[in-house]
């Protein structure tokens, strides 16, 4: 045994040394020709970076599909810009700075560039490289799809050189401050998604520069990095053409209220205790302009039973109307609708009785205004969907359009394309459009295109008030800071600043 054990000792040791005489590359291996944009722009750390072979781990081009543009006048003179995903599938581009020759290329174009002599350094912000001829480019197609990267200002803002040189769209955008008539496009202006704000450049001899800036739009175009001192860089977002720009809306459309919050399960039993939170974005006489809010509760047990073929009309224990008809909410302040009981989280809690209650109803004892069937709890406490719109009148029908709407997960059966679409009408809001922001498709239901978004449910019996905190410009009728969900658990001896507090929407 010992002589055995020996022998393939023996033999372990003379594999080892005849693997030590070799080279260290993998037998057969050979170095790709191509590195990634990703692994190129690793390489700057501040200084300039000659590029070859030795710094390049052996490679000496790059590949990507263009996206600059210069046909509309408004890129960086001479920059030809080009992305990839070569490295982990993650996006980023590059600018290469080889002077009148960059306008013979145009976007979908597929390119190898011999990057081998060139220098990788940042001029004016912009991290590009130089000293790469025309020579050194070859179109290998063109006409190639580039994927939408829909991307927010608040993701640009937190890692700008992750998107500089790439193409992105800012959906929903819009300028602040708001046009007027008589503004053009030309110069810097800053650009709201309702998640931050950028800056956008256009050059005065952009062929688009004078063109009246849109109200709501997409905004494509590529990311530079401009210098702003010697130490700082911005991220400033340049559109190519006028096709860059796709106008959603051309006028401005302020919600006379939103949707702040509500508590859907109380400490202890729910009925006559449930209620929901709004701000007036105006001064509201109730009794002149009346208004309803009606509830949705998609709990299995809830009837009818089925796709809501009347939507937010449909009643029995699937919907629940109570109007508003009497009373006034000032700009900028809270009010309430709700049941009678008027406490902050249930029976025995505090009396919150002195807030701006417009609307107190026992729906425990009472059917609701027009449809509902009375009802031990408006909301679902079993995962399923729920939620409510707010609408101006009180006529509410399938057709209604809410002033906003909210909704709590996504259980249940709430919408159906076929044999006809049936489900419950959405607004313009942070969280939903009525027509897809990118394809343009209309989707005028929740879950039906991109309305997905959903409050997430929380542990029911707890006493949670769900705060929809954000930040709404009457000025400019739009989100500037899009709602998030905010999990208050109250106690009995909570008080009104616990849910009207700093996480709280504020109006500008």
């Known amino acids: 045994m010992k002589q055995l054990i020996h022998i393939l000792t023996a033999a372990l040791l003379a594999v080892s040394i005849v693997g030590c005489e070799k080279d260290g590359n993998y037998p057969g291996g050979k170095i790709s020709p191509y590195i990634a944009i990703f692994d190129v722009k690793d390489l700057y750390k501040g200084t300039d970076v000659p590029l070859n072979s030795n710094t390049l781990y052996g ?6 599909v263009v996206v600059s543009n210069h046909s509309g006048g408004n890129m960086p003179q001479g ?3 080009l992305q990839d995903k070569r490295r982990l599938n993650e996006l980023r581009g590059i600018a290469i700075n080889i ?3 960059a306008a013979n290329y145009l976007p979908g174009d597929s390119l190898i560039v011999n990057v081998d002599g060139g220098t990788l350094k940042r001029l004016d912000g912009i991290l590009q490289i130089t000293g790469v001829k025309a020579a050194a480019i070859t179109k290998v197609s063109a006409g190639n799809a580039i994927p939408v990267n829909r991307v927010t200002t608040s993701a640009i803002a937190a890692n700008p050189q992750k998107y500089e040189s790439t193409l992105v769209v800012l959906v929903k955008a819009g300028f602040n401050p708001a046009p007027v008539t008589g503004d053009v496009l030309a110069g810097r202006k800053l650009v709201n998604d309702g998640f931050g704000e950028m800056s956008m450049f256009t050059a005065s001899t952009a062929s688009f520069a004078n063109d009246a800036p849109p109200f709501l739009a997409n905004f494509y175009g590529v990311v530079f990095l401009t210098a702003i001192n010697e130490k700082e860089l911005q991220p400033q977002l340049h559109l190519r053409t006028k096709e860059d720009i796709v106008t959603l809306s051309s006028t401005i459309s302020v919600a006379p209220a939103v949707i702040t919050g509500f508590i859907s399960d109380v400490a202890g039993g729910d009925g006559n205790y449930e209620y929901m939170q709004f701000m007036a974005t105006k001064d509201i006489d109730f009794a002149a302009t009346p208004f309803s809010v009606v509830v949705t509760n998609n709990a299995n047990a809830s009837t009818p039973t089925g796709f809501p073929a009347n939507g937010w009309a449909t009643g ?15 700009k900028g302040t809270f009010f309430y609708v709700g049941g009678t009981g008027k406490t902050i989280n249930g029976s025995g809690s505090t009396d919150i009785s002195a807030a701006n209650w417009v609307k107190a109803y026992n729906y425990t004892t009472s059917n609701g205004d027009g449809f509902g069937t009375k009802t031990s709890g408006l909301f679902a406490n079993s995962g399923n969907a729920s939620g ?11 057709a209604s359009i809410p002033v906003d709407v909210i909704f709590v997960a996504t259980g249940g059966s709430l919408y159906t394309n076929t044999p006809s679409p049936m489900g419950y009408r959405i607004t313009n809001t942070d969280w939903y459009d009525t027509r897809n922001p990118v394809t343009l498709v209309d989707q005028p239901f929740y879950r039906s295109g991109s309305n997905t978004l959903n409050m997430v449910y929380t542990t029911a019996d707890r006493g949670f008030f769900y705060v929809l905190g954000g930040e709404y410009n009457v000025a400019l009728g739009r989100w500037m800071k899009a709602r998030s969900q905010t999990n208050v658990q109250l106690s009995k001896t909570s008080t009104l600043a616990e849910i009207e507090g700093e996480t709280a929407t504020k109006l500008k």
């Open 79 to 81: 920059l030809l810009v």
């Open 99 to 101: 002077g009148n020759d």
């Open 59 to 64: 490679s000496t081009s790059i590949t990507g």
């Open 388 to 398: 409510f719109a707010l609408f101006e009148g009180t006529n509410v029908t399938e």
């Open 316 to 330: 029995g224990m699937r919907t629940y109307k109570m109007n508003i008809t009497s009373g006034t909410a000032k």
